[in-house]
């Protein structure tokens, strides 16, 4: 396992095109130059030992060092193994609707952006708790199994879009019987499911598997996005608007928020209906009501005793810097009797 502890750097290979731009235009410019002041036999005779092979291999070693010095500077670091690290936290799994009606932008920028700004906030002011994601519509999706690393739950969560789910629909029943799979019965952890969704919920027996869930320990907040008065949903074909859904009448569809399925399922659940049409809403509610939940320790492994590894990659571009210094853009004589490029057999 390895880490980059500077990766900012990487804008610094940028160089390394400007070089050879540079480079490209010198020896055109030179080359233009040398036409206007002799022909090319008159040239060979006059300046013999000019080397265009030396001149593009010392390139070439400047390209290298440049390569490796900035690799060292960005410092990347491999963990030598793999321990056990006890931490205190709770479990709490989102579950995100990703159905076409979230698409419908009654809410800025959409339902479904919104949706994943309030998941992206939370997780960025969790402590040590584990997370899981899941997406669902007609059926549900795991996207991310619980963990720690919140850096990956963000990651995981920009990608998720409608077309991940194939059914369509709002089966929030599905999101529920996957989240039981997601925790772990044998750990006392304090668990929570939030369901972010605009609550357009067609299935009858979802209140009764909200019930099971609560009858398991796991506390069911949902959060609900879009308006009242709802939208239609956009249909886009490479980012551009090309029309909106229409029912089998030709009319167009408009989707609304239902808060009354939300709170009920909240209800049943032992949790919380929060409005979700304000991100620092339910973002600090929920915040809140993690960090006052009580902490069970949990033991999880990740790599550690990372050792820096820039030292390699500077080396590297010492030794091409040094071959680069001794290179001249003259031949030289074991070069010339190497005959790379059967110069000798030309002539």
């Keep these: 396992m390895y880490k980059l502890e500077e990766p900012a750097y990487f804008i610094l290979l940028s160089i390394i095109p400007i070089v050879i731009v540079v480079f490209l235009l010198v020896f055109w410019w030179k080359k233009r130059t040398q036409k206007?002041?002799?022909?090319?036999?008159?040239?060979?005779?006059?300046?013999?030992?000019?080397?265009?092979?030396?001149?593009?291999?010392?390139?070439?070693?400047?390209?290298?060092?440049?390569?490796?010095?900035?690799?060292?500077?960005?410092?990347?670091?491999?963990?030598?193994?793999?321990?056990?690290?006890?931490?205190?936290?709770?479990?709490?799994?989102?579950a995100l609707d990703v159905s076409?009606?979230?698409?419908?932008?009654?809410?800025?920028?959409?339902?479904?952006?919104?949706?994943?700004?309030?998941?992206?906030?939370?997780?960025?002011?969790?402590?040590?708790?584990?997370?899981?994601?899941?997406?669902?519509?007609?059926?549900?999706?795991?996207?991310?199994?619980?963990?720690?690393?919140?850096?990956?739950?963000?990651?995981?969560?920009?990608?998720?879009?409608?077309?991940?789910?194939?059914?369509?629909?709002?089966?929030?029943?599905?999101?529920?019987?996957?989240?039981?799979?997601?925790?772990?019965?044998d750990e006392q952890t304090n668990r929570f499911l939030v369901i972010i969704s605009d609550g357009e919920d067609h299935q009858e027996e979802t209140k009764q598997v909200a019930e099971n869930l609560a009858n398991e320990g796991v506390k069911v907040f949902t959060i609900g996005v879009g308006t009242e008065?709802?939208?239609?949903?956009?249909?886009?074909?490479?980012?551009?608007?090309?029309?909106?859904?229409?029912?089998?009448?030709?009319?167009?569809?408009?989707?609304?928020?239902?808060?009354?399925?939300?709170?009920?399922?909240?209800n049943i659940g032992n949790g919380n209906y929060i409005d979700g049409n304000r991100t620092e809403q339910p973002v600090n509610e929920i915040a809140e009501i993690i960090a006052n939940a009580e902490k069970n320790e949990f033991e999880t492994k990740q790599f550690s005793d990372y050792k820096d590894q820039f030292q390699w990659f500077l080396a590297l571009a010492l030794l091409f810097l040094v071959i680069d210094i001794f290179l001249l853009q003259k031949k030289t004589k074991w070069l010339t009797k190497a005959d790379l490029f059967n110069e000798q057999k030309k002539k």
């Design 36 to 94: 206007r002041f002799a022909n090319k036999i008159l040239l060979e005779k006059l300046a013999p030992n000019t080397s265009t092979f030396k001149t593009v291999l010392k390139l070439l070693m400047l390209i290298l060092c440049v390569f490796f010095l900035v690799i060292s500077l960005i410092n990347p670091k491999m963990g030598t193994k793999l321990k056990t690290v006890k931490r205190e936290g709770v479990d709490i799994v989102f």
């Design 229 to 266: 008065n709802g939208g239609p949903i956009p249909i886009k074909v490479n980012n551009r608007l090309v029309g909106y859904k229409k029912d089998r009448k030709g009319e167009t569809v408009i989707t609304q928020r239902k808060p009354n399925i939300l709170s009920e399922i909240a």
């Design 100 to 185: 076409k009606s979230m698409l419908a932008e009654d809410i800025a920028p959409n339902r479904l952006e919104k949706a994943k700004q309030i998941i992206g906030k939370v997780i960025n002011k969790l402590g040590s708790d584990r997370i899981g994601v899941i997406i669902y519509a007609g059926n549900a999706f795991p996207l991310l199994p619980i963990t720690t690393d919140h850096a990956a739950a963000n990651m995981f969560l920009q990608s998720a879009t409608p077309d991940m789910v194939s059914s369509q629909g709002t089966a929030i029943n599905e999101a529920l019987n996957l989240a039981k799979t997601y925790y772990n019965n």
